[in-house]
């Protein structure tokens, strides 16, 4: 197959790919004690995509044999003819196509299905037979793998896994007032197959003792006052922020509709303290949550610098943005599906940690607050983000308080992180999300925790 596709891709005279690649999913949810969902799915195809004088001719099909590739090869360059004949822009190939390579050394592993679904009902049972008095429960569980092989006519060539897996438990519990408070987390895992972080449920006990600790610390907790307060945000809405509200903005095709990073560059939209880097597949010396080596255009993948000591240094780019821009591309043209073209996404988002100890920055803070965990967050291209907060704490006098009701935070990104003035010494990095920008992608991202100033809401 891959003699055949090298040879086919000889024939078209400008740049070409062809993807095929293989997704497995699997899920598992068990609520109140019944399984109510037990899925396991897999899809396959191949797609194949041409460029020619500024339009792209794109197109897949659900089989992945040779007459698959010769089919999808022909109509995307039959589509980029046409789409060229109809709207011709006169510009010249795309620079920056390489050569690079990147074959995975290990191979898939496939998880068992009842696995699942007996570790799901055991930590289900746990929870029930320890804390009885919950209003409701439920426990999930994800595991999934992304098989891709990419061929490109400049004979870039990579094959890549991209197996993760994570364990995701919700609890609530009524109030004396009658309302209901509810937490949710994700426990384990990461870039990887499910063998690799669970042996037993037992070993996620003590984690779920916290959990439901901190829930019931919930239960009797206030209402933050409305307002600009002085506040900790810890790692995981960091890496929020990260990618929410900076980085998207600096998407170059966002960037090119009018996001506010594009009137933004070479100038200081924060603190000096801040440095935010997306990743390609080490981050902090060490193996990012989700590495990335060769993007699906073929480019190979590298550090994209965002913001430099406070300065906004850079976007993230396909070989098209970067073209325009005059720079160098570093791999952040992604796909999701075979059926997908490749867009402008990030990889492994992050703040840079600072030097401060978490104590420390609590202790500094006389009237403030703790901001532990999110749920959710939207930002848009102008920066402006708001974001759920599921669990805090009051800070008083530089001591943690009582622990906060839901509430939400909200603000202008190059706002608020020009307020920073304290950053911690540890990462903590957020890898079971999706990004939703047109398709579905995994992401992740993360930070330290960051002392600053922020609008928080009250009641």
């Not at 990419?150 to 897996?165: C, D, I, K, N």
């Not at 890898?431 to 993360?446: E, I, N």
Request: aromatic share 8%; charged share 25%.
């Amino acid at each position: 197959m891959e003699d055949f596709t090298v040879n086919l891709l000889k024939n078209i005279p400008s740049h070409a790919e062809v993807r095929q690649q293989t997704a497995r999913t699997r899920r598992v949810s068990v609520v109140g004690g019944n399984l109510v969902s037990n899925m396991s799915a897999v899809s396959k195809g191949v797609c194949a995509r041409v460029y020619k004088n500024g339009v792209w001719g794109f197109a897949s099909k659900s089989a992945a044999d040779e007459r698959a590739v010769k089919e999808v090869l022909q109509a995307a360059n039959e589509n980029a003819i046409l789409l060229d004949s109809r709207k011709p822009k006169n510009i010249p190939e795309l620079l920056g196509a390489g050569t690079s390579s990147y074959v995975e050394k290990r191979g898939f592993v496939e998880t068992d299905q009842k696995l699942l679904v007996d570790f799901a009902r055991e930590i289900d049972e746990y929870i029930v037979s320890k804390y009885p008095s919950l209003s409701s429960r439920s426990v999930g569980i994800a595991s999934s793998c992304i098989e891709k092989t990419l061929h490109t006519s400049e004979g870039a060539y990579g094959y890549q896994l991209f197996p993760r897996v994570y364990i995701m438990i919700s609890m609530s519990a009524e109030t004396s007032d009658g309302d209901t408070v509810e937490l949710f987390d994700v426990f384990g895992g990461g870039e990887g197959y499910f063998t690799d972080y669970y042996s037993t449920p037992d070993k996620l006990y003590p984690d779920i003792d916290v959990m439901y600790n901190k829930l019931m610390q919930k239960r009797e907790g206030v209402f933050p006052n409305a307002g600009e307060r002085l506040c900790i945000i810890d790692s995981s809405l960091a890496g929020m922020l990260a990618h929410e509200a900076v980085g998207h903005t600096v998407e170059a095709d966002l960037v090119l509709s009018g996001s506010v990073a594009a009137s933004n560059l070479g100038k200081q939209v924060a603190s000096p303290l801040i440095n935010l880097t997306d990743f390609a597949n080490e981050a902090f010396g060490k193996k990012a949550p989700l590495p990335v080596y060769i993007d699906d255009e073929g480019t190979k993948c590298e550090d994209a610098v965002i913001i430099k000591d406070g300065v906004l240094a850079g976007y993230m780019n396909n070989l098209e943005s970067a073209m325009h821009f005059g720079v160098k591309p570093q791999g952040n043209a992604r796909a999701y599906s075979f059926s997908d073209e490749p867009l402008i996404r990030m990889r492994n988002t992050a703040i840079h940690p600072g030097k401060d100890k978490l104590e420390d920055m609590i202790a500094s803070v006389d009237d403030g607050y703790y901001l532990v965990n999110t749920q959710n967050g939207q930002a848009d291209t102008t920066g402006e983000f708001m974001f759920g907060i599921t669990m805090g704490y009051e800070i008083k006098n530089g001591k943690i308080g009582k622990a906060l009701r839901d509430t939400t935070i909200s603000g202008v990104a190059f706002n608020m992180l020009k307020t920073v003035d304290m950053l911690s010494d540890g990462i903590t990095w957020d890898f079971a999300g999706y990004c939703g920008k047109k398709q579905p992608m995994p992401v992740a991202m993360g930070g330290p925790a960051i002392r600053c100033k922020v609008n928080i809401g009250g009641r």
